[in-house]
């Protein structure tokens, strides 16, 4: 490997923010810092929830203008959703939101077809109403010749290439895992034409070189490559978790919770798919076995309709409320949509017949334990039905901020918490670029110089454990 230190630019797409981050990286060092943040408003038209993806483009191009001169570009987001092009590469319109109305109703469409024990068998993808196989089958694609993925969109735009990322196109529940390529039966029983997808891409692979257009508007020298990384953010966020050996579980944070173990293979048992439980790839060969749990989006929609006030000071309200007086599923799909999120909150509690949460603190707590909960549940079932015990749990993203989440998360699972890095889905995608340009070894590698370059903060689990025991068998599930 290389002696010399590099810069890597990682373009991290979340539901609510964008950022430009640019990693340096040696042999013995791994830096990261921000270029750029933007905000990602979705937008609502008439015609339904849409991403603003012009504005989200000029974010990235602002934010490698900020950057200066790197070795490399990475682009990382969400995922399941996409950007529609015609013959001649034109982008169709803004692509829709997965939190749009327009699956509704459509997974009983295609189990009808397809049953969903045999979905589940052939893909090994949980029941998410907006996944991209339930798009496709609601989208009039009229026009449509090239469909890409939002990583993948930005990718070409910078570039002028095509291609689907392996990491990302998993979540379309149209990849076979165990095979790790398209699932063409289940795309021609419902007529879905896999032509619309780019040849299939594997994290490291190039991507193409930055237009002459890109670096006049950013002022970089070329040529500057773009690498496929695991472009699907989740993807990155595991490839950046800090542990050793194979004894850990993950809980990725931020708008949302995937909290599951990394496999060599996937779990594609009924009993599997009963507990709605996913199988994704990562890299280097791994399934990322893991539930979606709604996570902070509960407390974001909270804090938007109390007028956002001061994040630290509604933390320590919570932490004075009492400990799991009323807790929610965090998983139940009626907390999807945006809008009046207390209230719903409220609702749930009443009709489970627990006290009511009245106060922002209350509710933060109630939010906050319920996470935990959720946390716990998958972390224990995980282990279950893939037969593979942990020793600990890694928490990284956002929520490693919240040092209440993190220490109830540990309390709740009865298991050490190690949190951090918070910015996991960027170092994850800068990590697979310096691998692809020799400055990083292996998965192990990577995860090993994490552990000696990032802060990381332990918890210990405290408490009885019968309380959280007790709290869940409050909640009916779905």
Known sequence: ???????????????????????????????????????????????????????????????????????????????????????????????????????????????????????????????APFNTLYQLVADRLTGAERLLLIPDLLTYWLTGEQGTELTNASTTQLIDPRTRGWSYDIA????????????????????????PEVLEETGLTGPVPVTAVGSHDTASAVAAVPASGERFAYICTGTWSLAGLELDAPVLTEESRAANFTNELGLDGTVRYLRNIMGLWLLQECVRAWGDPDL?????????????????????????????????????????????????????????????????????????????????????????????????????????VVAGPTEAAALGNVLVQARAHGLVGDLAGGRELLTRTQPLTRYEPRGDPGRWREAQARLVRI
């Open 188 to 211: 021609q029983r419902l007529g879905i034409d896999l032509e619309l997808f780019a040849p299939l891409r594997q994290p490291g692979d190039p991507a193409g070189l930055l237009r």
């Open 312 to 416: 630290g000071e509604l933390l320590r309200e919570a932490a004075e409320a009492p400990a799991l007086r009323s807790v929610v599923d965090a998983s139940d799909p009626v907390f999807l949509p945006p809008g009046r999120m207390p209230e719903r909150i409220a609702e749930a509690c009443r009709a489970s017949g627990q006290p009511v949460p009245v106060s922002a603190g209350e509710i933060t707590r109630c939010i906050l334990d319920s996470l935990a909960l959720a946390h716990r549940r998958a972390v224990e079932e995980a282990q279950r039905l893939a037969d593979h015990p942990v020793d600990v749990v890694h928490v990284v993203g956002g929520g490693t901020r919240n040092a209440l989440l993190c220490q109830l998360t540990a309390d709740a699972c009865g298991l050490p």
């Open 1 to 127: 490997m290389s002696g010399s230190v590099k810069s890597y630019a990682a373009v991290d797409l979340g539901a609510s923010s964008g950022r430009v981050m640019v990693g340096r990286v040696g042999p013995d060092s791994l830096e990261l810092t921000e270029a750029h943040r933007f905000v990602n408003r979705p937008v609502r038209l008439p015609e339904g929830l849409r991403w603003d993806i012009l504005s989200l483009y000029g974010g990235v191009l602002d934010g490698l203008k900020a950057a200066g001169q790197v070795d490399s570009v990475g682009i990382d987001s969400w995922a399941v959703d996409y950007g529609l092009l015609d013959a001649d590469g034109r982008l169709l319109g803004n692509p829709v939101h997965y939190r749009d109305s327009r699956t509704e109703g459509v997974a009983e469409k295609v189990w009808a077809t397809v049953p969903a024990p045999e979905l589940y068998t052939a893909t090994g993808l949980q029941y």
